[in-house]
C-alpha cells in the first residue's frame, strides 16, 4: 500500500450521485489496472489503461504516468457498484502488479 | 472463454491435513498467478509462473507450501499440514503475458482449516 496509495479508503453514496476514487503512486506505474470486488469476492476487471483514459457506461478511468496518478469516476451510482475497488500497477518490465489498499464502496437506496 | 477456473470454490481441511488447489488459466495466456487474501492481510502475492516454469515464489511461505504447473493448462497450490492461519481466499490469476498486459482472475477458493 506504501507504493501504490488510494483513497479515500472508504465511501458511502446515495444512489445516483457521481464520486471519484484515486491511485497515487511512488513508483514508475507503466500500466493500470482497476478492479472491483463484489460482496461475493470475485475480482471483476474494470479498466486496463496505459497513459489515456477510457470509459465504460457510467465508468471512467485515467492514467497520467507523468503526475503518477489514476481516477476512477463513477457517475450515477448504483446498488450493485457497492463492493471494493482496487487498482495495481505494473512497474517496467517487472512481472508483479503493485497493490493498492483498497476503497471500499458503499452505495445506499 | 470460461475465463479462468479455480476448483474447489470452497474447501474444509482439518488441522495437519493437506490441501491442493487447482487453476485453470485462461487459455493461451503465459503467465499465471497464485495470490491469498484475508481480512487481516488484504491481498498478498505467493507465486507465478511463465510458460509453465516458476518465475517468482518469494511470497510463499517456505514451509509447507507449493505450488506447480505440470502442464499449460493447470497450475497447483499445495499446502501440506494445513494449519488455522492458512485460512484464506486463494485467488489464481492468468495474463497473456508477464508484464504491463491485463490480468483476469479466477472466483477463488475459500480454504478454511479448522
Known amino acids: 500500500g506504501d507504493k501504490v496509495k488510494q483513497s479515500p479508503s472508504a465511501l458511502s453514496l446515495q444512489e445516483g450521485t457521481n464520486s471519484a476514487l484515486r491511485c497515487n503512486f511512488s513508483?514508475?506505474?507503466?500500466?493500470v489496472q482497476w478492479f472491483l470486488q463484489n460482496p461475493r469476492g470475485s475480482l471483476i476487471n474494470l479498466f486496463y489503461?496505459?497513459?489515456?483514459?477510457k470509459e465504460n457506461g457510467r465508468l471512467k478511468s485515467a492514467f497520467d504516468s507523468k503526475e503518477s496518478y489514476s481516477t476512477l469516476h463513477i457517475r450515477d451510482a448504483q446498488l450493485e457498484d457497492s463492493g471494493t475497488y482496487f487498482c495495481?500497477?505494473?512497474?517496467?518490465?517487472?512481472?508483479?502488479?503493485?497493490w493498492g489498499l483498497g476503497t471500499s464502496l458503499v452505495v445506499n437506496p | 472463454n470460461a475465463g479462468v477456473i479455480q476448483t474447489p470454490r470452497h474447501k474444509v481441511t482439518g488441522k495437519g491435513q493437506e490441501a491442493t488447489l487447482w487453476c485453470e488459466p485462461i487459455?493461451?495466456?503465459?503467465?499465471v498467478f497464485w495470490y491469498r487474501q484475508t481480512i487481516v492481510q488484504g491481498l498478498e502475492f505467493l507465486t507465478y509462473?511463465?510458460?509453465?516454469?516458476?518465475?517468482?515464489d518469494s511470497g510463499m511461505p517456505k514451509e509447507r507450501f507449493s505450488a506447480q504447473m505440470p502442464n499449460q493448462s493447470h497450475s497447483t497450490l499445495k499446502i501440506q499440514s494445513t494449519q488455522p492461519q492458512d485460512s484464506a481466499v486463494y485467488l489464481c490469476?492468468?495474463?497473456?503475458?508477464?508484464?504491463?498486459?491485463?490480468?483476469?482472475f479466477g472466483k477463488g477458493t475459500r480454504l478454511t482449516v479448522v
Open positions: 495495481a500497477a505494473y512497474v517496467g518490465d517487472n512481472s508483479k502488479l503493485i
Open positions: 513508483i514508475a506505474a507503466t500500466t
Open positions: 489503461l496505459v497513459p489515456g483514459t
Open positions: 487459455s493461451g495466456h503465459s503467465a
Open positions: 509462473f511463465r510458460n509453465q516454469a516458476p518465475i517468482d
Open positions: 490469476a492468468s495474463s497473456l503475458d508477464f508484464a504491463n498486459t491485463e490480468v483476469f
